[in-house]
Structure formats: structure tokens, C-alpha cells
Antibody, heavy 124, light 110 residues
Framework: QLQLQESGPGLVKPSETLSLTCTVS??????????WGWIRQPPGKGLEWIGS???????YYNPSLKSRVTISVDTSKNQFSLKLSSVTAADTAVYYC????????????????WGKGTTVTVSS | EIVLTQSPGTLSLSPGERATLSCRAS???????LAWYQQKPGQAPRLLIY???SRATGIPDRFSGSGSGTDFTLTISRLEPEDFAVYYC???????????FGPGTKVDIK
């Protein structure tokens, strides 16, 4: 059973780079899913998709964050990561990693496996 | 860019009642690309419905999804105490690939 776990600093200073890692267990990141993604949720607000990396290595980002986001995969560690540069207080949120592990046909797009989330606060 | 609108913002109901949640897209969405999630306080979202109407693994049959084009509905036939939560719809756009979530509907106890 595929499981995801986010890790990284809980406090980041304004203008610095937020770096988070999602560790995949119960399966190989190279073959268990078509795409892996990051989603965030500011306090008291809704869900915001940050970006995804596909099995091909292609990455796609939310246009509102694109200039500051990098998502990458480390197959040797069975992890994928998020970097968000030049953070401000508006980047304070719970950050989730998620993926699609279900067996539905490839043309269905959803996320059925989520990490528990990690809270990141941007403050000096 | 497709924008999702969910209504109502809050739905106040009693256990045993039927809940009907709406998700409207600004442009037509493929049913294959429409999903629904439940989120409880302090927890990650949980997939309920994918492909607009297919229940995810382990989801009780009191949850059902329907709709096509720009109008989609999540129905909870009889609310159980554990169903009081926030519900989000999600669509996937393929050009370029991206996910978009609606603002959510909170179902709370009347």
C-alpha cells in the first residue's frame, strides 16, 4: 500500500527558499504512479495545487507560482521534492504531497494517496 | 483557465438528511477529469469520487456523484455523524496539465 510522508523545516524566513521532501513507501516512485504532486492549504482556506511531476519527468506548475517553484524526483531515495523560492507570509500553509495510485484507467485524473501534511510558517 | 464554483458555501443539515452539493465549471469539463474530496479538520483530503461518478475504494454507497459538462453534483443520501466536513471538487485540465480545486462546501450540523 503506497504511503507518502512530507518532511522539511516548519519555519522559513521571508525571501528564503522553502524546501520539502515527500518520501514514498510501499512502492517504487519510478513505477507506482503516473504523476506526483504538491498541494497547499493556507490556514482556514481551501486547497491550492502547486505543481506535479509526471513519470516522464515533465513538470507542470500552477501559473501563479510557476516562477518560484521547482519539483524534482530522486529515484535513488524514492522521494520527490518541492522548492519554493522568495517566500512571503502568503506562503504560510499546510503542504501536502499526493499521488494517484488507483487502478482506474489512465484517463482518470485524481489524487487518492495523500501525505498527512506538514505545516510551514514563513516568519522572521 | 477553468474556474470551479461550489455552492452552497455552507450547508447546515441534521444527521439522516440528504445533502446535495454543487460544483459548476466555467467551461465544459471532461467527466473523467472531475473528482470530489472530503476533508475533516486537521486531516488530509480523502478522495470520494473520481470520473464524476465512480466511488473510490472503501467509500460508502451513500456517497454518489453525477453530472457532466459544466454542472456536477455530489450527493450524500443520508448524513452520518462522520460526514460533517468540507467537500472539494477538483478538475484536471490537460492543456497545459494542471489541477484546480473548487473553494469547498462545508457541511455542518444543524
Amino acid at each position: 500500500q503506497l504511503q507518502l510522508q512530507e518532511s522539511g523545516p516548519g519555519l522559513v524566513k521571508p525571501s528564503e527558499t522553502l524546501s520539502l521532501t515527500c518520501t514514498v513507501s510501499g512502492g517504487s516512485i519510478s513505477s507506482s504512479s503516473y504523476y506526483w504532486g504538491w498541494i497547499r492549504q493556507p490556514p482556514g482556506k481551501g486547497l491550492e495545487w502547486i505543481g506535479s511531476i509526471y513519470y516522464s519527468g515533465s513538470t507542470y506548475y500552477n501559473p501563479s507560482l510557476k516562477s518560484r517553484v521547482t519539483i524534482s524526483v530522486d529515484t535513488s531515495k524514492n522521494q520527490f521534492s518541492l522548492k519554493l523560492s522568495s517566500v512571503t507570509a502568503a506562503d504560510t500553509a499546510v503542504y501536502y504531497c499526493a499521488t494517484r495510485a488507483g487502478t482506474a484507467p489512465y484517463y482518470y485524473y485524481y489524487m487518492d494517496v495523500w501525505g498527512k501534511g506538514t505545516t510551514v510558517t514563513v516568519s522572521s | 483557465e477553468i474556474v470551479l464554483t461550489q455552492s452552497p458555501g455552507t450547508l447546515s443539515l441534521s444527521p439522516g438528511e440528504r445533502a446535495t452539493l454543487s460544483c459548476r465549471a466555467s467551461q465544459s469539463v471532461s467527466s473523467s477529469y472531475l473528482a470530489w474530496y472530503q476533508q475533516k479538520p486537521g486531516q488530509a483530503p480523502r478522495l470520494l469520487i473520481y470520473g464524476a461518478s465512480s466511488r473510490a475504494t472503501g467509500i460508502p454507497d451513500r456517497f454518489s456523484g453525477s453530472g457532466s459538462g459544466t454542472d456536477f453534483t455530489l450527493t450524500i443520501s443520508r448524513l452520518e455523524p462522520e460526514d460533517f466536513a468540507v467537500y472539494y471538487c477538483q478538475q484536471y485540465g490537460s492543456s497545459p496539465p494542471r489541477f484546480t480545486f473548487g473553494p469547498g462546501t462545508k457541511v455542518d450540523i444543524k
